[in-house]
């Protein structure tokens, strides 16, 4: 496997001097004088390390390294700094924003000592999100064997929102947040009864007033295993709708987070297209057609 390491330097020399100690190596090296078009870069394909100089004009490395902690969690980020610039690295690593810091002028060694330890914790940090994502994925499943009806919907619901995630082109970790949120959007259907859920008759007012309360069961444990933001909002928020006729609190438009509103339109999308106790599926091109008359009230289709 071939990592990527992206340098950041807004002095073209020091650039090429970096990219020649690699010259013999199999990483894939990326350089750029822009810490913008860094910030790009890391959005648009994965990054193992991203070695940054401090001093740019356009923006300092360290600001650099904490916008690229939201678009790129995984990357490994190092920044490279004058020895008199030495504190502010310092500060940055003790705020867990950059893993480690390299003094200009680098020793070779050093240099490629420290890239390479950056690679290893970046192998590290894949595997444990791909730990975590096996985790989240099976306690979806988990919830799916109580209602025989959603065999797969937490998969199927997944790959709509991330197909309208893609549309949106919203960055690559809130995606990933929105497919965890997708799996888990139900979790609070582990306290409903199967016969509630499983039922085919019409719903007495107290038995959906009990299913009414998943989103907010589902969140609170959320929060209590410590999942992010993004994760409980899509949980909490995945029944609102944009009219404000919605549940659990009937929140309206835009004030209903984003990753819900999406996920939202996603779990419609597979409700409609797939056979209910109450209902026969309908075909992609009618559910396409109901969604859009629905445009509006319902979802932000
Ligand atoms: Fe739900």
Redesign the pocket.
Known sequence: MSETILFVDDEQNILNALQRVFVDSNLQILTTSSPLQAIDICRSKPVAVVVSDNMMPEMRGVELLAELKKVSPQTVKIIMTAYADLSTALQAINSGEVYRFIVKPWQEQELVKAISEGIARSRILAALERENEAILRSLAQTIELKDLYTRGHCERVAGYALTIAGKLDLPEPLAREIRHGSWL??CG?IGVPETILNSSGKLSDQVFATIRL??DWGASVAEQASLSVTVVNIIRF??ERYDGNGYPLGLQGEDIPLEARIVAVA?VFDALTTDRPYKQAFTFEQARKILTELKGPHCPA
């Open positions: 959007h139900d259907k998943h989103p995945h029944h779990d």
